[in-house]
């Protein structure tokens, strides 16, 4: 047996910490912001019932089919791995949208799908475009893969803007993150503007459009299906949905992708860990699915609230960007952390915005009729105490 001779060496060794060995990327890389912590303002507002505008949920819950559903499957579903294809989910998306289940991939939310995009698209230096103000996870995933972030902001009217847009989309990017409604925005993007983007979009990019609020801006006939727009398009793209907003199953985490070929699929399933989404997931997804009259019904509540408590806060003089999803963002006289405070305090939790030159702005799911005038009163009462 020979051994190697250890050469001894004059290089001071530094010792090894956790923190020395986290990626440059990481550690520069902002965190997501969930909102305020429902138990620490229920602790510091004293009140019963915590009412929770932060993260954009469904006051009306899922459709007691998914109860069923999971109660059903629940026993064998504990101890055993769950399907790692998902195929009756997949299979029954893909058949109410008429794609084959093939082109269908399921994550453990949308957000899921954001970020095995990024880690099956992204090299260090690419570019990636998306819009501001905007979903943070469109920005924390590209940058987790050394990517650049390049975010086009919107117009003064909170519109798309197409000449920004124009000129991001010439720069070459490889991936672009477009919500449609847009989060915080609640900005609904029309055929026009939608059309301009995969129009500009390079071939050589993957276009991602990210429908997670489709349902609530759906009623609208000027809201484009992404699905449709793109079906017939040559160039790789994939549409994002998910069953955490109109469905109510957010605590449930699944979300699903539409994808423009299969060996996109194929290419996250490489990525993604095996059991992504578990089987209470899927069978919950499954029922959820099947009850149209529930998704009909919380649609039609939140639509008829989103215009009832618009036109409450205008009145009250705050200004309100016109909402096709199921939250508003709304511009107060004041820092949104302040805003937020006060409201916490009164029990209601919003989300306080911190992009920049949106650090007046907050951004609140809607809820109950209830909920929603209890919002409104405590809102406009500190607004007007805090104008004094
Ligand atoms: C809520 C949301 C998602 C992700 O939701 P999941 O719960 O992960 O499915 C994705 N994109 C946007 C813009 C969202 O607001």
Same mark, same amino acid.
């Given at each position: 047996?020979?051994?190697? &001779?250890?050469?001894?060496? @004059?290089?001071?060794?530094? &010792?090894?910490?956790?923190?020395?060995?986290?990626?440059?990327?990481?550690?520069?890389?902002?965190?997501?912001?969930?909102?305020?912590?429902?138990? $620490?303002?229920?602790?510091?507002?004293? #009140?019963?019932? %915590?009412?929770?505008?932060?993260?954009?949920?469904?006051p009306?819950?899922?459709?007691?089919?998914?109860?069923? +559903?999971?109660?059903?499957? #629940?026993?064998?579903?504990? /101890?055993?791995? &769950?399907? &790692? @294809?998902?195929?009756?989910?997949? $299979?029954? !998306?893909?058949? /109410?949208?008429? =794609?084959p289940?093939?082109?269908?991939?399921?994550?453990?939310? /949308?957000?899921? !799908?954001? $970020?095995?995009?990024?880690?099956?698209?992204?090299?260090?230096?690419?570019?990636v475009?998306?819009q +501001?103000?905007?979903? /943070?996870?469109?920005?924390?995933?590209?940058?987790?893969?050394?990517?650049?972030?390049?975010?086009?902001?919107?117009?003064?009217?909170?519109?798309?803007?197409?000449?920004a847009?124009?000129?991001?989309?010439?720069?070459?990017?490889?991936?672009?993150?477009?919500?449609?409604?847009?989060?915080?925005?609640?900005?609904?993007?029309?055929?026009?503007?939608l059309?301009? %983007? %995969?129009?500009?979009?390079?071939?050589?990019a993957?276009?991602?459009?990210? $429908?997670?609020?489709?349902?609530?801006?759906?009623?609208?006939?000027?809201?484009?299906?992404?699905?449709? %727009?793109?079906?017939?398009?040559?160039?790789?793209?994939?549409?994002?949905? @998910?069953?955490?907003?109109?469905?109510?199953?957010?605590? #449930?985490?699944?979300?699903?992708?539409?994808?423009?070929?299969?060996?996109?699929?194929?290419?996250?399933? *490489? =990525?993604?860990?095996?059991?992504?989404?578990?089987q209470?997931?899927?069978?919950?997804?499954?029922?959820?699915?099947?009850?149209?009259?529930?998704?009909?019904?919380?649609?039609?509540?939140?639509?008829?609230?989103?215009?009832? =408590?618009?036109?409450?806060? *205008?009145g009250?003089?705050?200004? #309100?960007?016109?909402?096709?999803?199921?939250?508003?963002?709304?511009e107060?006289?004041? *820092?949104?952390?302040?805003?937020?405070?006060?409201?916490?305090?009164?029990?209601?939790?919003?989300?306080?915005?911190?992009?920049?030159?949106?650090?007046?702005?907050? *951004?609140?799911?809607?809820? @109950?009729?209830?909920?929603?005038?209890?919002?409104?009163?405590?809102l406009?009462?500190?607004?007007?105490?805090? +104008?004094?």
């Amino acid at each position: 047996m020979s051994t190697v &001779p250890i050469k001894a060496g @004059t290089d001071v060794i530094e &010792p090894v910490t956790a923190a020395s060995l986290v990626r440059r990327e990481v550690v520069s890389l902002p965190a997501y912001d969930p909102g305020a912590d429902t138990d $620490e303002v229920a602790a510091l507002s004293g #009140v019963a019932r %915590v009412v929770k505008l932060s993260n954009n949920e469904s006051p009306f819950g899922a459709s007691p089919a998914v109860a069923e +559903a999971v109660r059903l499957r #629940v026993d064998d579903s504990l /101890s055993r791995y &769950p399907d &790692p @294809t998902g195929k009756r989910l997949a $299979e029954a !998306i893909g058949k /109410s949208l008429a =794609v084959p289940a093939g082109r269908i991939v399921l994550g453990n939310g /949308s957000e899921n !799908i954001l $970020e095995l995009l990024c880690q099956a698209v992204l090299d260090p230096g690419d570019l990636v475009t998306t819009q +501001a103000p905007g979903f /943070s996870l469109h920005e924390i995933f590209p940058r987790m893969m050394g990517a650049r972030v390049e975010k086009v902001p919107v117009t003064a009217e909170f519109g798309f803007d197409a000449i920004a847009w124009r000129d991001a989309l010439a720069a070459g990017p490889k991936l672009v993150f477009l919500a449609n409604p847009c989060n915080p925005t609640g900005a609904m993007l029309g055929a026009g503007e939608l059309g301009r %983007v %995969v129009a500009g979009t390079p071939k050589s990019a993957l276009l991602v459009l990210d $429908e997670a609020y489709c349902e609530f801006a759906r009623p609208n006939p000027d809201y484009p299906d992404g699905l449709e %727009v793109l079906r017939g398009q040559d160039r790789p793209w994939i549409v994002l949905r @998910t069953f955490s907003k109109a469905y109510g199953l957010a605590g #449930v985490r699944v979300g699903y992708g539409i994808a423009s070929d299969a060996a996109l699929v194929q290419a996250l399933d *490489r =990525v993604r860990t095996p059991y992504n989404v578990n089987q209470l997931a899927q069978d919950a997804a499954i029922a959820a699915l099947g009850d149209h009259a529930h998704l009909a019904e919380t649609v039609r509540r939140t639509g008829l609230e989103i215009a009832r =408590v618009t036109k409450l806060l *205008r009145g009250a003089g705050l200004r #309100v960007v016109p909402s096709s999803a199921n939250f508003l963002f709304i511009e107060t006289d004041h *820092r949104s952390d302040w805003v937020a405070e006060a409201l916490h305090r009164a029990g209601i939790v919003v989300k306080a915005w911190r992009e920049p030159g949106y650090e007046n702005f907050i *951004r609140a799911s809607l809820s @109950t009729p209830e909920d929603n005038d209890l919002f409104v009163l405590c809102l406009t009462e500190i607004c007007a105490k805090g +104008a004094r």
